[in-house]
Every structure is written in structure tokens, then in C-alpha cells.
């Protein structure tokens, strides 16, 4: 069949015309801009809450789950198990907009870096007045810890091997170790 390159039927197919998107009228029939929320969105405000830069769903905050989404409801993370009394110190943030100090003293540490945690992935860590230090911070800090005290004790040795300090330095902090 020969082909007429003169035809006039009408093209079929899209072609490159609006390359597959379509055209839509952002105006209503009165001329004003079309407002998209304005009308919708009625569950999603009830569900979610916002604390910081993220939100939290309410109805998994309300079985023990953390559900931390962003603005377009995409999580941040993964739903995370937590206890009755991270609960209630999230449920206060989220609706006094303070942190009881006395609960917060009471979690576990794993309760208090999950917090801490949700408090700098939302970026409230920096509006506080007084902000929250990292548990884990904390415990890293201390003398006790007896992981420091097997590396400082090595650090001394080997100091004192390689005749950088003196016999009566690595006695004094020797003693103040143990």
C-alpha cells in the first residue's frame, strides 16, 4: 500500500502537543484563584499535629507507636514502639507546648535518647529556653564509665612507657583513677 504524504485525515495519537500534561484551569468560574485546602484536609488536621518542622499522627501516638511524617505525610522514619510515659511527655509537648521536667527525670535512658531524638529531627531543640542535652552525651561524660577508664589507663601507660611524663605524674593520676 503506497503511502499519500499529502492525506488529510486527521492526526491521530498525541504527538508533542503538551507532552502528556494537561492543562488545568487554576480559576474558578468568577475569575478567583482556586484554593485547594480550603475545603479539604478536615481528618488530617484532627489526626495529625504539628510539633516543630514535622507532625505526629495522633491515633498511632494514642496505641504506643511513633509515627513521625513530614508536611506531605511521607514518614521521616520508621514507626517506632514507645512507652505509656514517653506518651504522656510527647502528648504534652504536642498540646501544653512544655516538657514536664519531672517525667522526662524519671525515663529510661532509652525513653530519653527517643525523645531527644524527636526533638531534633523536628527541630524543637532549638526554640527551647533550656535545651535538652543527648543522654547519650551525658553518660559518655562521666568518670565512672569504665570503657574511658580502660583507655585512659592504657593512654597512661603507654605515656609512661615512652618516658613522656614523670614517675611521680603517673602515680598522682594513676591514684586519681583508681
Do not use: W
Request: zero cysteines; hydrophobic letters at 35%; charged letters at 30%.
Amino acid at each position: 500500500m503506497p503511502i499519500n504524504m499529502e492525506d488529510d485525515a486527521p492526526t491521530l495519537g498525541r504527538g508533542l502537543r503538551g507532552a502528556g500534561y494537561i492543562k488545568k484551569d487554576l480559576r474558578e468560574r468568577d475569575g478567583n484563584p482556586i484554593k485547594y485546602h480550603s475545603r479539604r484536609g478536615f481528618y488530617s488536621s484532627l489526626a495529625y499535629k504539628r510539633i516543630g518542622t514535622k507532625f505526629v499522627h495522633l491515633p498511632k501516638l494514642n496505641e504506643g507507636l511513633l509515627k513521625v511524617v513530614y508536611p506531605n505525610r511521607s514518614n521521616v522514619g520508621p514507626q517506632r514502639n514507645i512507652s505509656a510515659d514517653l506518651t504522656k511527655l510527647i502528648k504534652s509537648l504536642l498540646f501544653d507546648g512544655n516538657i514536664d521536667q519531672p517525667l522526662y527525670d524519671s525515663m529510661s535512658m532509652n525513653d530519653k535518647r527517643v525523645f531527644h531524638e524527636l526533638l531534633r529531627i523536628t527541630h524543637t531543640q532549638h526554640s527551647l529556653r533550656d535545651p535538652i542535652k543527648d543522654p547519650r552525651d551525658v553518660s559518655k561524660q562521666r568518670n565512672d564509665n569504665p570503657s574511658i577508664l580502660r583507655e585512659l589507663k592504657q593512654v597512661l601507660v603507654d605515656m609512661y612507657s615512652a618516658k613522656l611524663i614523670s614517675d611521680k605524674e603517673f602515680k598522682e593520676v594513676l591514684l586519681a583513677i583508681v
